[in-house]
């Protein structure tokens, strides 16, 4: 059992897809910080307030907050942007791949191992 487990914590898709999320969360809290410390603070400069989360509507005995949603919206728009651009940079630095060249490579060496067997 303990070996099935490691074999499967080693795999390569389980392994990628927690330093992702590891790099994900770093990349998150990169981004707020930028969000809130640099972007925030010149808005602030334009129109006079840093953070929107004060804005609300009273109805009654209830209070929409307005203003986080503001917040988040702007920070979702931020996170998105720059993901593109990053997503944009990597696809132009990595080679690409032609996965016909590939297939042809791959079905070339097989007849060559073939023909080895064979003789």
């Known amino acids: 059992m303990l070996k099935d487990l490691r074999d499967f914590l080693l795999r390569g898709n389980v392994v990628d897809l927690a330093v992702a999320v590891i790099i994900g969360v770093a990349f998150g ?48 728009a931020i996170i998105g942007t720059v993901l593109f651009f990053i997503i944009r940079a990597v696809t132009k630095i990595m080679p690409k791949k032609d996965a016909a060249a590939n297939e042809v490579d791959l079905l070339t060496e097989i007849r060559y191992l073939l023909r080895d067997r064979t003789q």
Do not use: E
Not at 59 to 74: E, P
């Open 29 to 76: 809290a990169v981004v707020t910080s930028f969000t809130d410390d640099i972007l925030m603070q010149i808005v602030a400069a334009i129109g006079g307030q840093p953070d929107f989360s004060s804005l609300t509507i009273d109805i009654g005995d209830s209070v929409i907050r307005y203003g986080a949603f503001l917040n988040t919206v702007i920070s979702f």
